[in-house]
């Protein structure tokens, strides 16, 4: 081989390997969400953490807190833990079993106002985890 078929050789296994790094960093940049409950979030914020990376938060729905205006598809509402609240803003279709006293998972960022934006909103289906009863012959 000559030097310049070599040069190139390495010039483009070079640029091939950094846009393969890039594409895997971007990707499990964007799947890692870290999850914490309603009341971890809650002393995050006290102290003044933030991140600029998503985070699934899981809490219920505070009953009464539910405020949904369906001509701008926004939900806003407050998720309970043990001893916390977190207000939650979300743009979107609400899921079909969003309820009071729900349990959720959410997945977004707060904002400067301590708001958490959720891109996502995610309901467990109860009919699927409860045991069906057999009728009594």
Not at 20 to 42: G, I, K, P
Not at 59 to 88: H, T
């Amino acid at each position: 081989m000559n030097g310049r078929k070599t040069a190139r050789i390495i010039i483009g296994t070079i640029i091939i390997g950094t846009a393969m790094t890039y594409l895997l960093y971007e990707w499990a940049r964007s799947s890692l969400a870290y999850y914490y409950s309603v009341d971890e979030f809650a002393e995050r914020r006290a102290i003044g953490q933030r991140g600029d990376y998503a985070i699934r938060l899981a809490g219920s729905v505070k009953a009464g807190s539910i405020k949904y205006d369906i001509d701008r598809m926004q939900l806003e509402f407050e998720l309970a833990g043990q001893r916390n609240l977190a207000p939650v803003r979300y743009c979107g279709t609400v899921p079909e079993n969003f309820t009071d006293s729900k349990e959720v998972l959410v997945e977004g960022k707060p904002d400067a106002n301590g708001v958490f934006i959720a891109n996502q909103v995610l309901t467990r289906c109860e009919s699927k985890y409860k045991a069906k009863l057999k009728p009594k012959e």
